[in-house]
């Protein structure tokens, strides 16, 4: 089957059970989307798909083929980050980092369709986020800070990352 990744196709055997988190992890060596619940309760596994967050560890991989896919790996531009990534960074809202990558992907799926969302509107887009360290309020913090810096770039760059945009085809 087919998968698009991070603007790259890859070409992936798929016995047909797989979940698009073992695909990811085990057969595209993208490991930034974390294992952990295998349950759908703690977030840790969310990537994008069509700029949607979803949980990769129930999504079967079948069924997400040819669907445009990214990961936490796919957010930065080279070595700028995006702009949750930096925001992150700056309030120190990473602690163990354990959750973060899930935490920044449905982040940024919030803040794509809304850049100033309201505490409630913050507090939803991540119930299904688990975060044992930090208690949120650095978190809510930076997406504040993400969200002012997305809404005044509305560069190409920020458009761009949730369409499919062929790429050199590549087998891992």
């Known amino acids: 089957m087919i998968f698009h990744v991070n603007h790259k196709t890859y070409e992936v055997d798929l016995v047909g059970h797989e979940t698009l988190l073992e695909v990811l992890r085990d057969k595209l060596g993208l490991t930034g989307t974390k294992t ?6 703690c977030g840790a596994c969310t990537v994008m798909i069509g700029g949607k967050g979803i949980l990769s560890c129930i999504t079967l991989a079948a069924n997400v083929a040819g ?3 990214t990961t936490i790996e796919g957010l930065a531009d080279g070595e700028n980050l995006h702009p949750v990534q930096q925001a992150f960074l700056d309030y120190g809202a990473a602690q163990c980092g354990f959750c973060i990558p899930g935490m920044i992907m449905a982040s940024t799926a ?3 369709q809304n850049p100033h969302p309201t505490r409630e509107e913050m507090e939803y887009a991540l119930d299904g986020n688990i975060c044992r360290c930090t208690g949120y309020l650095k978190i809510f913090e930076a997406l504040r800070e993400a969200g002012d810096k997305m809404s005044q770039l509305k560069a190409p760059r920020e458009s761009a990352l949730y369409q499919y945009i062929p790429a050199v085809s ?3």
């Open 36 to 41: 952990s619940c295998m349950e759908s309760e």
């Open 67 to 69: 669907e445009p896919i």
């Open 110 to 112: 919030l803040l794509t």
């Open 170 to 172: 590549s087998t891992p």
